[in-house]
């Protein structure tokens, strides 16, 4: 067990939809990192915050968006789903910049 | 942008036959090179980092190794239980890692 903490563990829904996928970092941690994995992308990295302050995007799409809450939690939202949206979103956290990211058990998404 | 390269795709050894991942990154000033173990379904759970070329580190039976263009991830004797995808990862300017494909490994009682 990492410490990092994700809700809800599988998602099902429907395209054009929206959903929020929770993340608690380890205590301690003030970095919290989103990443997508799909079969055929591996995992890439969508966002950064640290501090309840955005620090890095990757290949995020503007359909997503994040966000880092004062208690350290943080949300990822995802809107007008399309199919090729389903994959497993990780969430990861470290102490500071720079070290080893710690990662979460996963939301899988299923658009249907 | 940092590249990763992980090879081969996927090894099947006997449960005692010792072998080696391989890591291999272009990457402007290396900021850390990470290895992780995936389960299928299951977060990344983190092995090791390496930060300079010739740095080793172990655990159980794994070693990893670093040099300037590449790094290996040794397996010593493995266990039907060390079955799993192996990531490497290289750290992308302060902030984000870039993983590769994985190798993904089964050891047969």
Do not use: M
Not at chain 1, 13 to 22: D, E, K, P, S, Y
Not at chain 1, 79 to 99: I, N, P, Q, T
Not at chain 2, 42 to 47: I, N
Request: overall charge negative; hydrophobic content about 30%.
């Amino acid at each position: 067990d990492s410490g990092v903490t994700q809700t809800p563990k599988h998602l099902i829904t429907a395209t054009g939809q929206r959903v929020t996928l929770r993340c608690s970092p380890r205590s301690g941690d003030l970095s919290v990192y989103w990443y997508q994995q799909s079969l055929d992308q591996g995992l890439q990295f969508l966002i950064h915050y640290y501090n309840g302050e955005e620090r890095a995007k990757g290949n995020i799409l503007e359909r997503f968006s994040a966000q880092q809450f004062p208690d350290l939690h943080s949300e990822l939202n995802l809107s007008s789903l399309e199919l090729g949206d389903s994959a497993l979103y990780f969430c990861a956290s470290s102490v500071v910049h720079g070290r080893e990211q710690f990662f979460g058990p996963g939301t899988r998404l299923t658009v249907l | 942008e940092d590249q990763v390269t992980q090879s081969p795709e996927a090894l099947r050894l006997q449960e005692g036959e010792s072998s080696s991942l391989n890591c291999s990154y272009t990457v402007s000033g290396l900021r850390g090179l990470f290895w992780y173990r995936q389960d299928p379904g299951k977060g990344p759970e983190f092995l090791f980092t390496l930060y300079s070329a010739g740095e080793e580190k172990e655990k159980e039976r794994l070693k990893a190794t670093l040099t300037k263009k590449e790094s290996f991830l040794h397996i010593t004797a493995p266990k039907p239980e060390d079955s799993a995808t192996y990531l490497c990862a290289v750290k992308e300017g302060a902030q984000k890692l870039v993983f590769g494909q994985g190798t993904r490994l089964t050891i047969n009682p």
